[in-house]
């Protein structure tokens, strides 16, 4: 009996392991469009045009939430700082309406997606 459960045990053990992809984080680098969360789903404005960067910047301004609109699947990913980057209004600010490169690490759960964001830059793609 001892040894069915150690053996049961073993197999839910590697189990997680093969699928820690599914809790945990993995290195990702993302080509996307930066919004804020409100302001892109609710009011549907992108920060294209110089006034839809001034709707964007006011509702950051007011505790919005910075979002990245990945390219390739048009699905938005909720951007969180990282320790290389704890302001994320002063690093994502000057990217607010052209295409980007974030690299940092994703975590999923329930649908939703997390990006910390360790690096940032102007997408060639």
């Known amino acids: 009996m001892n040894s069915a459960i150690k053996f049961v045990s073993f197999i839910i053990f590697l189990t997680i392991i093969f699928n820690s992809n599914l809790f945990g984080q993995k290195s990702v680098t993302l080509v996307g469009e930066i919004v ?58 000057p990217y607010l309406g052209t295409q980007v490169f974030i690299k940092g690490q994703q975590y999923s759960s329930g649908g939703i997606r997390v990006l910390t964001v360790d690096d940032v830059g102007k997408s060639l793609k």
């Not at 992108?46 to 505790?63: C, D, F, Q, R, W």
């Not at 990913?77 to 302001?87: D, F, G, R």
């Open 36 to 93: 804020e969360l409100k302001t892109y789903m609710v009011d549907k404005i992108k920060p294209n045009s110089p006034a839809g960067i001034e709707v964007t910047k006011e509702g950051l301004m007011v505790g919005g939430t910075f979002a990245l609109v990945e390219k390739k699947t048009n699905k938005v990913v909720i951007l969180i700082p990282s320790a290389v980057n704890k302001n994320l209004y002063g690093v994502l600010e």
